[in-house]
């Protein structure tokens, strides 16, 4: 089973990518994670798209469509989701062959607020639901406080680590669940 990672943040010390690496070593049995990159993507233009999809959002949309699920980690930014994201949603959502359909999803957010990202989530829930993909639905995975939590670019808090194993446990089933036969 392989996942495809996105994080929402470009920013190179970004924690939501750091638990997005952490998640590689959470993982249950038989399942994989490769982190894509979105920060190459150039801002969503429907000419551009028109004129012929860039090579950036070409391999994104290929990735997504590739994977059986795909797990994002997103930042929460002005109460919603980064334009990274969104743009990245935005170049993978147009026809032909959207990639979001079908497709499991599950999320997850760190900011350094109490909150952990929960308006963030329920935005990037709204938008993919909208593109017929499937949001795993819970355990839902906040992550507050982020400074207590990470040390030098790394996820250390055990209670954090023991949320998202469960959260990629809970996918696992989840994506041979919402399997569409082609
Ligand atoms: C433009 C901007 C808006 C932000 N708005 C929020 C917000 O609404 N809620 C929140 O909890 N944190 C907010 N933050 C803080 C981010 O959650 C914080 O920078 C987070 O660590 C970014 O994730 P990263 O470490 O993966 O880059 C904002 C940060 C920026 C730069």
């Not at 990518?17 to 070593?25: G, K, N, P, T």
């Not at 959470?26 to 969503?44: E, H, K, N, V």
Request: glycine letters at 6%.
């Amino acid at each position: 089973m392989q996942i495809l990672g996105i994080c929402g943040s470009l920013r190179k010390a970004s924690l939501n990518m750091a638990a997005l690496r952490a998640c590689s070593e959470l993982l249950p049995q038989g399942m994989s994670l490769r982190i894509t990159s979105i920060a190459d993507l150039p801002m969503f233009n429907q000419d551009v798209f028109d004129a012929g999809i860039p090579e950036p959002a070409k391999r994104l949309r290929a990735e997504i469509a590739a994977a059986d699920g795909v797990l994002i980690a997103c930042p929460e930014y002005n109460f919603s989701l980064t334009a990274a994201l969104k743009n990245a949603i935005d170049w993978s959502s147009r026809p032909p062959n959207q990639s979001w359909q079908d497709k499991p999803v599950a999320i997850f957010s760190v900011t350094p607020g109490p909150l952990g990202g929960a308006r963030v989530q329920y935005d990037v829930r709204r938008i993919l639901g909208q593109l017929w993909a499937h949001v795993l639905p819970r355990p839902e995975v906040f992550i507050g406080a982020s400074a207590s939590k990470f040390a030098d670019g790394k996820l250390t808090d055990e209670t954090t680590k023991k949320f998202l194993a469960d959260l990629l446990a809970g996918f696992k089933p989840w994506i041979e669940r919402m399997r569409v036969k082609k």
